[in-house]
């Protein structure tokens, strides 16, 4: 695969630059961009400068709101609805964590939901925040239909993502960040790509029927929740998923379940509801960190079962990914993004990423 | 299958019975015979009067307190650490969703944590008593080892339960209740017994292999997380499975991960961490009962793969099983069950429970 290597500088600055000249202002330009590069940088490419061009769209068009600032439309001291005002998520995102940590610095906890909000990138973005404080952070997010509950045939909730991050000692973290299904729906199509099967469990055909041809889960199927068919559990998942609707979408009376809009499909607001929060440890049994440092080395100091594939915890694969990309003085980008994001900025008068292949 | 039909009254009063004869005070002996009566009236068997004998023991034995309150430690507007002193896991549970609701009430929310307690029975007993409130209910506890994380071959993690529970309108409700593992141990015994395969993906051999060998799995494997084999996402169940631990025995200060004492063998403190949490949905969005109810409905409507197999929400398969048993006036236990119990009771000089076979 063609690779070329572009700074987590250049990235945001280029997203920030191409933000900015669909409309955005500097603020929520900034931010966005800062989400987006987090996400490539973390390795999850599906979150980050290759969705570009949705969020360029949504400002062009008028579809998501490029001035104004979220608005708290009722709190109490551990609790917030927030009307995120159909602005871009992160800014949405951004304000709401911040309310969720200064709550929990005086309650104890804060639980901050946000209606009116959009894409808001990885959902650990906003539960690593936490971690600056030595908190436990929570980020929660609705997303549009593409799985498929147990025993049907229709896509009626989305990968609906939850995150938990929780600090240990000397900066070492758990930072579980997660689609509420199987998989993602961009790793069915890369199996479709390559002409691939798929494993048994991560998606069904339009007949609601388990199966291991990519085509038929993008061709009117959908993906399966976590735990694949019923009898592995898939139950469990779709239960997982509702749980995320109900912290997002009904708690924060946003759209919700198959009302929220089609994947790709930006002809009306999307209006999401998000879920953010906060726990303060030192409200709980002192010696937090310690503890949590001494999990996460229970876990990785395990035999493996394999002498090459360590036994990692949540957030290992990511920061594994992260000294990659220093080691190499950048994210690996696939030469294809880097041109088509060169194309989308051209019609925006902002200069081209550079690519070093 | 021979099943003989014993109603909730006769269940709870034998237990209760039972307790008291082993040194329990009333009161603990009643809070605990209603958590199992529940877990069998809901179907989840594995979770009630079969257990009781495990209870007895742990009264009779002194290894779990008979006398003394719970105290709670630590506290502010929205937050509780409270000290299980060793008693029977209800009394513990029961005292913190208590506490839990009381600071949803004031505070929008409650999170309470309780280090120093014992097996409670099904995690949704906790989080359902937040619906009478009108309240989301959650409820988390670690547990002994039986899970072998992604990659490893070694158990260190519990089946780490979590319950979410949601008010619909008119009664009606969403409830959660599941393991972070694939399935619980019992279901992989009950393959075993009968000399069939389990299905890929619920548990793996010693060597850490996926393995559909019941035998296998019991003898020194482990049950695998939620998700099964690395490539179908097992390594979210793991990630939620260190969730729970997180919530529970870390938060709490308790045992955690693989120095919680090994499964049935009850030679020392227990000291679970569990977390209890409501949520007051009236400090979001104005209509909640009414949203989650239509999030309900719209999934039950749903058209099914099969005719027979209606699609559900989580708390459905339940509410099925207590329709049963009211049609048939009691819940259906196994003769060998009652059998055994009966057993127990004999050498407690508590009356036997009446067998309708």
């Known amino acids: 695969m063609s690779r070329c290597h572009v700074s987590k500088t250049d990235a945001a600055h280029f997203i920030q630059q191409c933000m900015e000249a669909a409309g955005s202002n500097t603020a929520h330009a900034k931010a966005l961009a800062e989400v987006l590069v987090e996400g490539d940088y973390r390795g999850h490419f599906s979150h980050g400068l290759n969705r570009l061009d949705m969020y360029v769209k949504d400002i062009q068009s008028g579809i998501c709101s490029a001035q104004g600032e979220p608005l708290v439309e009722k709190e ?16 949405v995102g951004n304000f709401c ?56 045939k229709e896509c009626t909730l989305g990968t609906n993502p939850l995150s938990v ?48 041809n990519p085509e038929e889960v993008l061709d009117g199927g959908g993906l399966l929740s976590l735990g694949g068919s019923e009898l592995t559990g898939g139950y469990k998942g779709y239960g997982l998923s509702m749980m995320v609707e109900i912290f997002c979408g009904i708690l924060a009376g946003a759209a919700y379940s198959k009302n929220v809009r089609t994947w790709r499909v930006t002809d009306r607001v999307a209006n999401l509801g998000q879920c953010f929060v906060a726990i303060n440890p030192n409200c709980f049994a002192p010696g937090f960190e310690t503890r949590v440092s001494d999990l996460l080395q229970i876990h990785r100091n395990l035999e493996p079962i394999s002498g090459n594939d360590a036994v990692l915890v949540a ?7 992260m000294d990659q990309c220093d080691a190499k003085g950048g994210i690996p980008y696939h030469i294809n993004v880097v041109k088509h994001m060169n194309s989308v900025a051209q019609k925006l008068n902002v200069a081209a990423l550079p690519m070093d292949v």
Chains 1, 2 share one sequence.
């Open 76 to 91: 109490t001291a551990a609790t917030a609805l927030v009307d995120g005002r159909n602005l871009l998520g992160p800014v």
């Open 97 to 152: 964590m911040d309310l969720a940590i200064q709550k929990a610095r005086e309650a104890g906890i804060g639980w901050v939901v946000a209606k009116g909000s959009n894409h808001y990138g990885i959902a650990g973005f906003y539960s690593m925040q936490a971690l600056k404080h030595g908190m436990i952070g929570m980020s929660f997010t609705n997303t549009s239909p593409l799985v498929v509950p147990t025993r049907a």
């Open 165 to 212: 991050a929780a600090p240990a000692a000397n900066g070492d973290s758990f930072v579980l960040d997660m689609a509420t299904s199987s998989v993602a729906l961009g790793k069915v199509e890369l199996y479709a790509r390559n002409n691939e099967k798929v494993p048994y469990g991560w998606g069904c055909d339009h007949q609601g029927k388990v199966t291991e």
């Open 315 to 321: 957030g290992d694969p990511e920061k594994q990914h």
